[in-house]
């Protein structure tokens, strides 16, 4: 079965950047849209970024011009890259994947989520 497998969380100041990886295993990589969700205490969960099959990418306005998704069909693997983090950044990031060209609001696979956490 599909498995999503997140990285890279921790704890930074505002203004560093830290990079979030996310491996997935158990199909083909390059026939999955991927993106990442983000949910901070008390908040719902948002989305954040996606990247469709075709590489095509969308971000949240809040984080446009900050983060960076992309991904390596060869590693199986899509990025996260986030600058200029703020303290509202602060949230549990999770991958998420959808098989096909759509990557849609309730993606059917999630990974387990890792902390992020950015002091001020």
């Known amino acids: 079965q599909v498995q999503l497998v997140e990285s890279g969380g921790g704890l930074v100041q505002a203004g560093e950047s830290l990079r979030l990886s996310c491996a997935l295993s158990g199909d083909t990589f390059s026939m999955f849209s991927m993106g990442w969700f983000r949910q901070a205490p008390g908040k719902e969960r948002e989305f954040v970024a996606s990247v469709l099959m075709t590489g095509s990418t969308n971000y949240a306005q809040s984080v446009k011009g900050r983060f960076t998704i992309s991904r390596d069909n060869a590693k199986n693997t899509v990025y996260l890259q986030m600058n200029t983090l703020k303290p509202e950044d602060t949230a549990v990031y999770s991958c998420?994947?959808?098989?096909?060209?759509?990557?849609?609001?309730?993606?059917?696979?999630w990974g387990q989520g890792t902390q992020v956490t950015v002091s001020s």
């Open positions: 998420a994947a959808d098989r096909g060209f759509v990557f849609t609001t309730t993606p059917r696979y």
